[in-house]
């Protein structure tokens, strides 16, 4: 049974370009959440998501972030004109429908230059 | 938003040795999770808590869910050099599934 799959692991973007992380929650789980990690600090929840739907998107950036998660395909985290600040690991995390149990995927390592 | 603390912020302890951390929150939460994360790896996830006062042991891992639902506790039985890593501790909002991470303990083993 694979777990949350996440990719790139490593990417690295010019100031100004578009980030796209991608995440395949486990088989059977419906609920997607993306978290954010500076190095050296704790994971800071950015936004939860069902399919085609946003349940909360408290942590997200106001500008320049989006995240979505359809009927078909990956959960995709969009970061556009990143900047340095943007660099960070960002992890995905999947739950069942009761959503009690909630595993992490290996997190994808952006670095802005 | 809900703030965890997690205490303590690090450990260094000698191979062998028993260690303790917990978390406490000014909710409650329905569930408590704990994690350990390693340089460059995800969160994997150790002992989940459903109800309170629930004490759960994976190996040498013994965790419990607070009485009054806003704390929880990690112990770890004769440490190991492989134990190092940080450990956080995650609780599930009643409104809605969001969990919130404690800033999480560094733990380091000296064998």
């Known amino acids: 049974n694979a777990g949350v799959m996440q990719n790139p692991r490593h990417l690295v973007r010019r100031r100004g370009q578009e980030a796209r992380l991608r995440c395949s929650p486990m088989?059977?789980?419906?609920?997607v959440y993306w978290y954010r990690q500076l190095p050296e600090e704790g994971l800071k929840f950015m936004v939860y998501?069902?399919?085609?739907?946003?349940?909360?998107e408290s942590g997200m950036p106001k500008e320049r972030f989006s995240a979505e998660f359809p009927k078909e395909g990956p959960s995709i985290l969009r970061i556009q004109q990143v900047v340095r600040g943007d660099s960070a690991a960002y992890f995905c995390?999947?739950?069942?429908?009761?959503?009690?149990?909630?595993?992490f995927g290996e997190g994808s390592w952006l670095t802005v230059v | 938003g809900q703030q965890l603390n997690q205490s303590p912020q690090s450990m260094f302890i000698q191979e062998g040795e028993d260690v303790s951390m917990n978390c406490t929150s000014s909710?409650?939460?329905?569930?408590w999770l704990w994690y350990k994360q390693e340089p460059g790896e995800g969160p994997v996830l150790l002992i989940a808590?459903?109800?309170?006062?629930e004490l759960t042991s994976n190996g040498r891992l013994t965790a419990q869910f607070g009485i009054t639902r806003k704390d929880s506790f990690l112990n770890i039985s004769a440490s190991i050099p492989s134990d190092v890593g940080i450990y956080f501790c995650?609780?599930?909002?009643?409104?809605?599934?969001?969990?919130?991470f404690g800033a999480g303990t560094i733990l380091r083993v000296k064998s």
């Open positions: 995390a999947s739950s069942p429908p009761t959503g009690n149990t909630i595993y």
């Open positions: 995650a609780g599930q909002e009643v409104a809605g599934n969001k969990l919130v």
């Open positions: 808590l459903y109800k309170a006062g």
């Open positions: 998501l069902q399919k085609e739907n946003i349940i909360d």
């Open positions: 088989k059977g789980h419906s609920h």
């Open positions: 909710s409650i939460f329905n569930t």
